[in-house]
């Protein structure tokens, strides 16, 4: 086999890279962007072992039907603020033997990003001797990632995320197969990992931008969405009655919209509510006391249904660590 010819300061399977060898090999002190590497083949790079390559195509299907991976941007700052994965959090190469206690060290995958492959693959070899598995490398980089991307230093914003929230994975077995809606749907990542799991989908959202993205990212996973653009709170998209089995909301709140959840499902729907509560103003937005919830609201919104899932808690999101106050509920309508 062909030896791999890399930079002289490249990490090599077998041995720790020392920090200072990361830092050369990121490119800090000239520009901060790693030269371009001849690699001679991927064998010699991906040892089985270590990590694993997987192309965007592949890792983009698996945030949106729900599968748990963070996504490790080691990348630049400049260069994140450019344009970056929605929800990844950024880790400069040269930075991460200083912080590798940020990182998770469980069984959730974590998937290395670059601009082109090569960072991330000397990362993939840098963590794996530090006991961190399983881990997948983004072949070509972020030059090749398919999906959405956006910009700005939002390190592990989740706002306008891939991945279905966590709240209704967990719920998922509680949910009844049928007819659904996904109030604010924003791009669509609720509705998208419900499609793509068998449900008829419906969602809606007052930003035209946001339910053409969700419509463009449903055609390029090959899920069926209906989503259309509607304002619920002016009167331009009103709800049907006694019409879906379920009915998703996240992250929004428009009191009058309890009411109309309710007339909207069936007899035996179920519900799905999560947003912010009243504690939320102390760790960041939103703080508009109109956009969120008071103590037991929810359960008083849905009174008379039979409630399978309620909590009410302050600690961090699940993939990003930022403490956040919310409520969520999972309540089917008498019938």
């Known amino acids: 086999m062909r030896p791999l010819r890399v930079a002289s300061r490249l990490p090599v399977p077998g041995a720790v890279a020392p920090i200072g060898d990361l830092r050369k090999w990121a490119g800090v002190g000239g520009g901060g962007i790693l030269p371009e590497v001849e690699l001679a083949t991927r064998t010699t790079l991906t040892t089985p072992q270590r990590f694993q390559s997987i192309d965007g195509e592949e890792l983009y299907r698996r945030l949106a039907t729900g599968e748990s991976v963070v996504i490790l941007d080691v990348r630049t700052e400049t260069e994140f603020q450019d344009r970056h994965i929605p929800g990844s959090t950024l880790v400069p190469l040269h930075e991460l033997e200083g912080r590798l206690n940020e990182l998770p060290n ?17 990362a993939c070899k840098f963590l794996a001797e530090h006991g961190f598995s399983p881990l997948l490398n983004l072949e070509g980089g972020i030059e090749a990632w ?15 995320g891939i991945a279905p929230s966590s709240f209704l994975l967990e719920s998922f077995e509680l949910l009844p197969r049928g007819l659904t809606l996904d109030i604010a749907m924003g791009e669509g990542r609720n509705a998208i990992y419900l499609a793509s799991r068998g449900f008829d989908v419906d969602g809606v959202d007052a930003d035209p931008q946001a339910v053409s993205r969700a419509r463009a990212a449903a055609r390029k996973l090959g899920v069926p969405i209906r989503a259309v653009v509607g304002n619920l709170q002016d009167g331009t998209y009103i709800l049907p009655i006694e019409t879906y089995d379920v009915i998703v909301c996240f992250n929004y709140l428009h009191r009058p919209l ?13 519900v799905v509510y ?4 009243h504690e939320q103003p102390q760790f960041g937005r939103p703080n508009n006391p109109e956009h969120l ?5 929810l359960k008083k919104a849905f ?27 999972v309540a089917r309508k008498p019938g």
Do not use: W
């Open 146 to 160: 398919p999906g959405p991307l956006t910009t700005g230093a939002h390190n592990g914003n989740h706002h306008h």
């Open 258 to 270: 309890f009411q109309d959840i309710r007339s909207g499902l069936v007899p035996g729907g179920v």
């Open 274 to 277: 999560q947003t912010f509560t």
């Open 106 to 122: 469980s069984s959730t995958p974590i998937a290395l990003v670059c601009q082109h492959g090569q960072r991330g693959a000397a």
């Open 293 to 297: 919830l008071q103590p037991g609201e």
């Open 303 to 329: 009174s008379g249904y039979e409630i399978l899932r309620y909590r009410e808690r302050i600690g961090p999101a699940r993939q990003t660590g930022k403490m956040r106050a919310i409520a969520g509920i």
